[in-house]
């Protein structure tokens, strides 16, 4: 049984429709035949008088030579092209499953169980992640101690700060970091999301996250 898939679905997607690929000659440029089909005219209708000298029989040999030269490596990149691509798409399948960590100011909570992610701290002191609900109130606060300058990760359990679940759905997670003479700074969040599937885009991959959309498979930092 085959099924046909309508290439619109593809177009909206910023996708390619499998074998749609056009084979309409385009007519602005010329092909090796075109050159053949030049040079027999030229010699054709040239004055038997002055005949077309050793030098620009030459040149013109040469021409037809880097023509077919830039169309084999047309055709050869095309071909990397799309080994690369399918190359992507498995990379891509291979994390359906796992979960990865992005750059990222949102969490999202499950109905059970919690989240969490990390922050690099530029030295030694404490991490302050403050965590916000949709409307911009903040639910809880978290306190990490930095034992020196590098990776501190971070864990929320999901309650409110009086310990009281909280609902399913995303959370903003904003990071500081105070040294140890009372200096803050804000830092950039990363945090933990399933793949939940992948998307082939025009330029290039995106990993579908649960919770939190779609992020450039570029994005990832670590999976587990």
């Not at 030269?69 to 190359?87: H, W």
């Not at 399913?168 to 933990?192: F, M, R």
């Amino acid at each position: 049984m085959s099924t046909s898939v309508n290439s619109d679905l593809y177009s909206s997607l910023g996708l390619t429709a499998p074998n749609s690929a056009t084979k309409t000659k385009d007519k602005s440029a010329l092909d090796q035949a075109d050159f053949l089909k030049l040079m027999t005219t030229q010699l054709q209708h040239q004055d038997p008088t002055k005949p077309m000298d050793n030098s620009q029989m030459v040149a013109q040999m040469a021409q037809l030579s880097t023509v077919q030269g830039i169309t084999d490596l047309n055709t050869s990149v095309k071909g990397f092209q799309q080994s690369m691509a399918s190359d992507q798409v498995l990379r891509g399948a291979a994390l359906v499953g796992h979960e990865v960590m992005v750059p990222s100011t949102k969490v999202a909570l499950e109905a059970e169980g919690g989240a969490s992610g990390t922050v690099a701290a530029p030295s030694a002191g404490f991490v302050t992640v403050d965590i916000t609900d949709a409307n911009g109130l903040k639910v809880n606060q978290l306190n990490v101690p930095a034992d020196a300058a590098g990776e501190v990760a971070f864990q929320w359990d999901g309650t409110n700060a009086d310990g009281e679940r909280l609902p399913a759905g995303s959370y903003t997670v904003t990071a500081t970091h105070t040294d140890s003479a009372g200096a803050q700074s804000k830092l950039n969040t990363y945090v933990q999301a399933e793949v939940e599937s992948v998307t082939v885009g025009s330029d290039g991959l995106y990993l579908n996250l649960k919770g939190l959309g779609t992020a450039p498979l570029d994005y990832v930092l670590r999976v587990s």
